[in-house]
């Protein structure tokens, strides 16, 4: 996608159609502002994934949406496939996700949890110091291999 404030409407609608995951308004909001200046792949008007580099070898997928009535029909994996592809190319060995840890008994990050491992994901850590107590944030590592 390469207009900033296309990357940050498609992202705000996406994210607002997913209450179950992105909840909370600030951060909502955060993720909106920061998309409009990272690298995004959309499929269409129906799902996002925006990356953002921390260092020469490793970056995070930033945020991820697909809309509920698109679900289950592999956009989810067309755009992890590209984001991969993308990394590849600039030589980058790592990527990161954080998602909600599993001391959480939240069943759609189970489901999220789930379709990162089913994609190569392993997890490493969980933290509470990153979103809090109550928000305990599992840190996902793949290895991307040239």
């Known amino acids: 996608m390469e207009e900033p404030e296309a990357r940050s409407e498609l992202g705000r609608e996406i994210l607002t159609a997913l209450p179950?995951?992105?909840?909370?308004?600030?951060?909502?909001?955060?993720?909106?502002?920061?998309?409009?200046?990272?690298?995004?792949?959309?499929?269409?008007?129906?799902?996002?994934?925006?990356?953002k580099r921390h260092t020469e070898a490793a970056a995070e997928i930033y945020v991820m949406g697909v809309r509920p009535e698109s679900r289950r029909r592999g956009?989810?994996?067309?755009?992890?496939?590209?984001?991969?592809?993308?990394?590849?190319?600039?030589?980058?060995?790592?990527?990161?996700?954080?998602?909600?840890?599993p001391s959480d008994p939240s069943e759609h990050y189970a489901e999220t949890r789930s379709f990162y491992a089913a994609h190569g994901f392993r997890p490493l850590e969980e933290l509470t110091a990153i979103w809090g107590e109550e928000n305990p944030c599992l840190i996902m590592v793949k290895r991307l291999t040239p």
Do not use: C
Request: hydrophobic share 50%; glycine share 10%; aromatic share 12%.
């Open 20 to 51: 179950d995951w992105f909840g909370i308004e600030e951060a909502v909001d955060a993720y909106i502002r920061d998309v409009a200046g990272l690298p995004t792949f959309a499929a269409g008007r129906d799902g996002f994934l925006s990356l």
């Open 75 to 101: 956009l989810g994996t067309a755009l992890l496939e590209a984001a991969e592809s993308f990394l590849r190319e600039r030589e980058i060995e790592f990527l990161q996700v954080k998602t909600l840890g």
